[in-house]
């Protein structure tokens, strides 16, 4: 599966990256909404894990731009350790949430999850 990271804090997004790359995945990792939408107008990924705390812009202004700019957005799973981030993310159709910290089978669960979901829309 090809995913795209969108996380600013290194660390996170290199640990991601390591662990879904050890799961056979294709990952490529990006640390904001202006690289994402950029990747993603010559890219399409199976699924997009997306942080809420961004610099520049909110995950929620990313996911909004993605739609926007090509009338869809890839399955996505928000990451974040954001106070109330269930509820930020409950406005971002067919995404789903997936709170900080988790575990490594959590993230494979939900990453199944959204890609089901998204199959069957």
Do not use: C
């Not at 990313?62 to 106070?83: C, D, M, N, R, W």
């Not at 971002?92 to 089978?105: D, R």
């Amino acid at each position: 599966m090809k995913i795209l990271v969108v996380e600013d804090d290194l660390s996170v997004r290199e640990t991601l990256g390591m662990v879904l790359e050890s799961s056979n995945h294709d990952v490529v990792l990006l640390e904001n909404g202006t690289e994402a939408l950029r990747y993603l107008e010559k890219n399409w990924p199976d699924a997009m894990l997306l942080d809420l705390t961004l610099p520049e812009m909110t995950g929620e202004e990313v996911y909004a731009a993605i739609h926007e700019k090509f009338g869809k957005v890839p399955p996505t799973v928000i990451l974040s350790a954001a106070q109330k981030g269930a509820d930020r993310a409950r406005f971002m159709v067919g995404a789903m949430f997936l709170a900080k910290p988790y575990t490594i089978e959590d993230l494979e669960d939900v990453l199944n999850q959204v890609i089901r979901a998204r199959g069957a829309a």
